[in-house]
C-alpha cells in the first residue's frame, strides 16, 4: 500500500475495528458512517474524535454511474445504498487520478469494484477469485432475467440468482 494511496473503508470493515492497526487517515462516505452509526457508535465517535475518518460522499452523477455499472452485473438488489455510495466515491476518486483502495469484505461490493478495475483489500476474507454477471432465472419456465424479479411474470413461479463467470477480466 502506497504512501499516496487513499483508503476507503466499508461499514463491517469499520466494525471489525481494522482501523486500530493502522495508524492512517481512512475515507468514508456519510451512508457508511450513518449505517456504522446505527449499529455501535462508539467505533464512528473513536475514529472521529482522533481525527482517523474523514467523510466525502460522492457527486450525484457517481452514484447514477455506479448504480448503473452495479445493475449490469446484476448486483444491484445485493448492495445497500452506503455500498453504492462507497463504490461511487471509488469511481470518482479514481477518475480524479487518485490510487484508491477500498477495504471491504462484501463479495457484492468486491465484484463491482473487480469490474471497473479499482483496487479492493479483504480483511477477514480470501476475496472474491472470479468475477460474475448475475442473472435471474424462473426455477420453472427457466426464463432468464437481467434484472432481479422476485416472481416470473411469464408463469408466476420463483426466480433465482444464478451467476454467469465473466472471462477475460
Known amino acids: 500500500m502506497g504512501n499516496k494511496s487513499i483508503y476507503l473503508l466499508d461499514t463491517m470493515v469499520i466494525l471489525s475495528g481494522f482501523y486500530r492497526a493502522h495508524n492512517r487517515k ?3 462516505t456519510s451512508k457508511v458512517r450513518n449505517e456504522v452509526w446505527h449499529r455501535n457508535p462508539s467505533k464512528i465517535d473513536i475514529l472521529l474524535v482522533t481525527n482517523q475518518l474523514e467523510i466525502l460522499d460522492p457527486e450525484p452523477q457517481y452514484v447514477k454511474k455506479a448504480i448503473t455499472h452495479s445493475r ?3 448486483e444491484e438488489g445485493k448492495l445497500s445504498d452506503s455500498d453504492i455510495s462507497l463504490i461511487a466515491l471509488a469511481m470518482q476518486l479514481r477518475d480524479s487520478n487518485k490510487e484508491v483502495i477500498v477495504f471491504t469484505d462484501d463479495y457484492s461490493i468486491q465484484n463491482v469494484l ?3 478495475g479499482i483496487v479492493y483489500k479483504p480483511i477477514t476474507s480470501l476475496g472474491i ?3 460474475f454477471k448475475w442473472k435471474y432465472v424462473c426455477v420453472a419456465c427457466k ?4 434484472r432481479k424479479v422476485e416472481i416470473c ?3 408466476g413461479s420463483k426466480i433465482v440468482r444464478l451467476p454467469e463467470e465473466i ?3
Open 153 to 155: 411474470p411469464k408463469c
Open 72 to 74: 449490469t452485473l446484476g
Open 167 to 169: 472471462k477475460n477480466h
Open 143 to 146: 426464463s432468464s432475467f437481467s
Open 129 to 131: 477469485r472470479k468475477m
Open 26 to 28: 481512512f475515507i468514508t
Open 114 to 116: 473487480k469490474s471497473l
